[in-house]
């Protein structure tokens, strides 16, 4: 079975500053996909990022970036010039690459973390 | 693109009745829909898969009984909520999946349920 760790519940950064966002996993699977989820106020997901297990390259989305280490099944978020707008819950997930449609294609998330950004 | 929605967005019932929550894939055709649950400041919970034509996946500890899952289209999937108790009252939220690449989901905005 999969699992997905966020330890950290809370963070708070200061508009403008970056800030990084943990998350590890652990899977005996070798193609895979991992995620990082937004939740606003509004209660909406909005993905953020994601990264093929494939690729070494990490995924960058404007100023959102992960540190992707597959050996260490460590796969973080960092986001740079942090605005009002982040202030969310967070959420990294992981699935596995479906063979068939439908097949193992649940999503398994990690507990979230809640940031604010203050201005 | 990719656009899902659930209606009601926000529904108030009274205990030991009924409730449908409906989850449409707006501009595409999902083969698969998730149902998830969530409480305040917490995480999702998948309840269930489902594909279209074929009965729902329910995760373990979720009563199918209870709340009755029907994928009768690749644009509709609804979630019934039978004889709700106040214990039934959450958010839900709903995902739709296509056949694609990178299984990824998109989510519906969620909906509010209050059991009184």
């Keep these: ?41 509004s209660r909406q997901m909005i993905l953020v990022i994601r ?8 995924a960058t989305e404007n100023r959102f970036s992960v540190n992707f280490q597959k050996a260490a099944k460590s796969f973080s978020l960092k986001i740079s010039d942090s605005q009002l707008g982040d202030t969310a819950m967070y959420f990294c997930a992981f699935t596995i690459q479906a ?9 398994t998330f990690g507990k979230g973390i809640t940031l604010s950004v203050r201005p | ?20 929550i409906e989850c449409r894939s707006l501009d595409f055709q999902a083969t698969t829909m998730f149902w998830y649950r969530q409480f ?52 839900y939220i709903c995902s739709a999946r296509t056949g694609g690449s990178y299984n990824e989901q998109f989510f519906g905005p969620g909906t509010r349920l209050t059991v009184l």
């Excluded at chain 1, 063979?99 to 999503?107: E, Y």
């Excluded at chain 2, 998948?46 to 009984?65: C, F, I, P, R, W």
Aim: glycine share 4%; hydrophobic share 30%; net charge negative.
């Design chain 1, 1 to 41: 079975a999969q699992t997905v760790t966020q330890s950290q519940p809370e963070m708070s950064v200061q508009e403008a500053e970056t800030v990084t966002l943990s998350c590890t996993y652990d899977t005996s699977e070798n193609n895979y996909y991992l995620f990082w989820y937004k939740q606003p106020p």
């Design chain 1, 51 to 58: 990264q093929e297990a494939y690729k070494q390259q990490n």
């Design chain 1, 99 to 107: 063979t068939t449609a439908g097949a193992n294609s649940k999503l």
């Design chain 2, 1 to 20: 693109g990719a656009v899902v929605s659930q209606h009601p967005s926000w529904v108030i019932c009274k205990s030991g009745t009924s409730v449908k």
């Design chain 2, 40 to 91: 305040p400041k917490q995480s999702l919970m998948l309840m269930a898969t489902s594909n279209e034509g074929s009965k729902a996946t329910y995760e373990q500890g979720v009563e199918k009984d209870k709340f009755l899952i029907n994928h009768a289209s690749l644009t509709l999937s609804t979630l019934t909520v039978t004889s709700a108790h106040p214990e039934d009252s959450s958010f």
